[in-house]
């Protein structure tokens, strides 16, 4: 049979957890009924309130209430909130001299002043000056208090007053869309101050206000008659500018003000001649005497007010998407949800708390994980926190919660799934049985129901989001997973004995609505195999578990159940889900060390509002939602904007080289700082470095331009070495791209023998490096420091010495294509040091790349009587506090690779030549050290012209890259 929840008390307007038992009465709660008076609790005080020192300079005055004062609509941020003093800010940005003075920004801004004296075009400035509590301005504010009170039996929307022992009290609530609180009868509003749409209809019709908000829209009617909708946050009230023909020049200026701009705006209240239908604030409107313009927007990617663009667009502008009424109704109800959440478990005894999101393991054997480089070993982002929940149980605190961030790594593109979320769950040591869980919830949710449906926020997201009637039941149906199946294949659904797919869960909403006249229930005991390792089976019955999700209008909101708290039952299950316990370990300890009972759950904000107000997509739930197309990729923009090739430069002041490699080069690029390198500068700015080497022209790495520039660049430059210097150009380490380009358009021959060795720093893992540990351990006892730099004057005298040795204790040909002159372009480097006792024993320099290319290890030199392994520890520290790709510059192929136009007896000779060389130069050691770190080889080119160069003639390959 069904089980039906059925609460019977409530505190602070919520039932209290109770058993079970079976009742047939039902309340259907249509969404488009008034709102209920019962739920404007604010609570009321004795005695006036004291205002903040902080906030305000003058004490309020309480004034006698009238009788009868009704309560404003209900709003949501007032709902379970206590009665609060009302902060009225006074931006230091703005000043009052007297009452009859209005104010000004304090940064300039644009304005016209329509005043008579006035009608100018002004940079506004202003100093803030302390208020004085002078006769003046008391008769001024208890002026202000008696207009109010007159007008006390105007209804505020955000803001109502009670009386209590004949003094008026405000009983102030938070704003339904703004965490600015409302003004009320015992704060007078007075000319000067910067006010809120919200506060308009509190106040009497010939106040002069001033506000802030954004143009909506501008109906121009005449030269001198201009109707602006003015809007801030949900609040929307109509401005009037009307001007003599003499002093049309005001109104022409406004009505080139964009939509969307801030201003602020000076004017006086008036009845309008009718209501106003498109502003909320219909009863009032502003007659304009001044605009400022505060901010202009500019490049607005769609109007906010016309049908709503896809899905995909409205979130690539999200911040515009976010300014729609409907959207800041949306995110107050969500906040609302977030907070009833909270105060249903604080006061039931539950502990909020806050886990790790880094763990070292997957936490849920069903879903996917996003791995991060966690200092070099492994940690995942926090698939949910319920293993931290279930070791906060084994550690006695009783019942805890949290909201926090979960993340999925689902390739889902579906209007359901988001790769992270906003979780709400809870964990508690039960007594008798897993369902006490679903009593607490089941409060939480009832709680929220009646909230936002009695809510003023509820007609402005219908605005955007229609949406129908939701139906709950005072007690809430608790069906079998059984027989939820069994509904399912009565309907005609062919259906097995496992997790429902999305269009049967979407079914069976509509199934349960039908006969039990509710969209939302509870589906209890699902089988074994759809729930996590952790989930405990039903004793009658092992296929079964004693888990249950949460429904609204037939998509799940929530999934939760009682967990195995036995260690010994929780291996066995791990092993049978093929899970291991690396990793796991502080999490068995908390079973092992003796866990109670328990059960929990796990909701996610997003759904809960997303299917409640029929939103269709979850994205919409979601401030800045994140799907598997969200951070979509992008080309990384250049370090050096002003070092672009691809702008004009003046042929006199080109981009300088080290900008130029930053933004375009790789690691060969970077020694053409050495002193023998010369540098040719193209049109562009665009640069090649090379060395005269007899007849030939010594160049090296791709030309540092843009590679659209490629083509054009590479032909020039050739066309300046082979006609005005008359030299053979031998085109060394080049990238494929280039080589292309060579062999193509300039018939060069080429060839491969080299590579540039990279690793992903992501990816680096100084555990998986054999050998490594062992030697981080060494480097420890003995005492070395392993730390980044800063080369000041103190660092580098004690560097250089050990420089020096290192050269002098170097014995045979050294091979090597740049030297080692560590502190130049110190702005593009980061060095890395093992010291001693003061001295340094082995030292790391980065030198950063193009965006594409990360940063190349420049040097890693391991000083004479250094610690044995400091170097290879120094690299991997290195490795560790960058991201991306790392070279480590060209190193040697394992063999010769022909390219274009070499073939046949030539292939054979050169690698047979290549075989020779390598061997006799030792060149595959410094390969060998680079293999340790993952470094993997990408192919890199040298290329000659066809004629010109003969066999021998690659010899100079050796001699321009040897001592």
């Known amino acids: 049979m069904t089980g039906i929840l059925a609460p019977v008390t409530s505190a602070f307007g919520m039932p209290l957890p109770s058993k079970y038992r079976l009742k047939g009465s039902s309340v259907t709660t249509n969404s488009s009924a008034p709102s209920s008076p019962s739920l404007s609790n604010a609570s009321t005080s004795s005695s006036p309130k004291t205002p903040s020192p902080l906030a305000t300079s003058f004490t309020p005055t309480p004034v006698q209430a009238l009788p009868g004062t009704p309560h404003s609509a209900v709003s949501i941020d007032s709902v379970l909130s206590e009665a609060t003093p009302t902060l009225t800010s006074s931006p230091t940005s703005f000043t009052m001299a007297s009452p009859d003075t209005r104010s000004r920004p304090a940064s300039a801004v644009l304005s016209i002043d329509t005043r008579p004296s006035a009608a100018i075009l002004s940079s506004a400035f202003s100093s803030p000056r302390p208020r004085s509590a002078s006769p003046s301005s008391r008769n001024m504010r208890d002026s202000a208090v008696e207009l109010q009170h007159k007008d006390s039996a105007r209804s505020s929307m955000d803001g109502n007053t009670t009386a209590t022992n004949g003094a008026i009290v405000s009983s102030s609530r938070t704003s339904l869309d703004s965490g600015r609180t409302s003004m009320s009868s015992d704060w007078p509003v007075h000319p000067g101050e910067i006010n809120t749409i919200a506060q308009l209809d509190t106040l009497p019709v010939g106040t002069e206000v001033t506000f802030r908000a954004r143009i909506e829209t501008q109906r121009p009617i005449s030269k001198v008659l201009d109707f602006l909708l003015l809007r801030d946050q949900t609040h929307s009230v109509q401005g009037v500018l009307t001007r003599d023909a003499g002093n049309a020049d005001f109104i022409t200026w406004v009505r080139k003000i964009n939509p969307e701009s801030l201003v602020q705006i000076t004017g006086t209240l008036k009845h309008p001649p009718e209501p106003i239908r498109s502003a909320t604030h219909s009863g009032v409107e502003v007659d304009v005497d001044s605009v400022h313009l505060v901010n202009p927007a500019q490049n607005l990617p769609f109007s906010n007010y016309k049908p709503p663009e896809t899905l995909r667009n409205r979130m690539n502008a999200r911040i515009l998407d976010l300014r729609h009424p409907s959207n800041q109704a949306l995110f107050r109800v969500r906040s609302m949800v977030s907070r009833i959440f909270r105060n249903t478990l604080e006061e039931n005894g539950f502990v909020e708390i806050n886990t790790p999101k880094l763990q070292p393991a997957a936490t849920e054997s069903g879903a996917a994980v996003f791995p991060v480089n966690y200092f070099g070993r492994r940690a995942f982002l926090a698939q949910s926190p319920q293993l931290a929940k279930q070791e906060a149980i084994s550690a006695d605190f009783g019942r805890v919660f949290e909201i926090g961030p979960v993340f999925r790594a689902e390739n889902s593109n579906t209007h359901r799934h988001l790769t992270e979320y906003t979780g709400l769950d809870i964990e508690m040591a039960i007594d008798t049985d897993y369902h006490e869980v679903i009593e607490f919830i089941d409060i939480f949710l009832k709680e929220v129901f009646r909230t936002v449906y009695a809510s003023q926020e509820l007609e402005v997201i219908r605005k955007r989001w229609p949406s129908g009637e939701f139906k709950w039941l005072e007690e809430t149906p608790i069906i079998p997973f059984s027989e939820g199946l069994q509904m399912l294949r009565d309907d005609g659904r062919d259906v097995e004995e496992e997790d429902l797919s999305t269009p049967d869960e979407m079914r069976l909403g509509q199934l349960v609505r039908e006969k039990y006249g509710t969209d939302y229930y509870v589906l209890d005991k699902f089988p074994a195999n759809a729930r996590p390792f952790y989930t405990a089976k039903d004793p009658e019955d092992p296929k079964w578990t004693r888990s249950f999700d949460i429904f609204i209008r037939g998509q799940e909101i929530c999934s939760g159940g009682q967990r195995i708290h036995n260690v010994e039952e929780l291996r066995a299950n791990m092993a049978a889900a093929g899970m291991a316990e690396d990793g796991m370990e502080d999490y068995l300890t908390a079973f ?292 991306g790709k790392v070279t480590f510059g060209a190193g040697v192929s394992e063999k010769l690779t022909p390219g274009e136009h070499v073939g046949g007896i030539r292939a054979k000779f050169l690698s047979a030549s290549y075989r020779s060389i390598v061997d006799s130069l030792g060149l595959r050691r410094k390969a060998s050290f680079r293999s340790k770190f993952g470094a993997l080889g990408e192919e890199i080119y040298i290329c000659y012209p066809k004629h010109g160069v003969g066999l021998r003639d690659l010899q100079n390959v050796i001699k321009f890259f040897t001592d």
Not at 611 to 625: I, N, P
Not at 634 to 641: S, T
Not at 716 to 742: A, G, N
Not at 788 to 796: G, L
């Open 592 to 883: 092992e060390l003796g866990a109670p009972p328990h059960a929990g759950a796990g909701l996610g904000l997003e759904r809960i509002v997303a299917w409640m107000l029929e939103l269709g997509d979850v994205r919409y739930a979601s401030l800045f939602h994140r799907d598997p197309k969200s951070l979509p990729t992008k080309l990384p923009g250049l370090p050096h904007p002003e070092a672009d090739t691809t702008k004009p430069h003046h042929a006199d002041t080109p981009p300088p080289i080290e900008k130029l490699i930053a933004n375009y080069g790789d690691a060969t690029n970077t020694s053409w700082l050495d002193e023998r390198f010369q540098i040719w500068r193209h049109s562009t700015g665009a640069a090649i470095g090379w060395v005269q080497q007899n007849k030939f022209a010594m160049i090296t790495g791709d030309p540092l331009c843009d590679r659209s520039q490629y083509s054009q660049v590479i032909r020039d430059f050739i066309h300046h070495v082979t006609v005005d210097l008359r030299l053979t150009p031998f085109w060394m380490l080049v990238s494929f791209e280039v080589q292309k380009i060579l062999a193509a358009e300039l018939r060069f021959r080429s060839l491969s023998c080299t590579e540039e060795q990279r690793v992903d720093a992501d990816k680096h893992n100084s555990a998986q490096i054999d050998g490594l540990a062992a030697k981080a351990r060494r480097v420890e006892r003995e005492g070395v420091k392993i730390h980044e730099v800063k080369p000041d004057e103190d660092f580098i005298s004690r560097a250089n010495p050990a420089i020096e040795e290192w050269k002098h204790s170097r014995k045979g040909k050294q091979v090597h294509l740049t030297e080692v002159r560590p502190w130049i372009d110190q702005e593009h480097r980061r060095y890395f040091a093992a010291e001693k006792d003061g001295k340094v024993i082995s030292m790391v320099v980065l030198a950063k790349l193009a965006p594409r290319h990360g940063w190349q290890v420049k040097w890693a030199l391991d000083f004479p009587g250094a610690v044995n392994g400091a170097i290879e520890v120094l690299v991997s520290f290195a490795l560790q506090n960058v991201t």
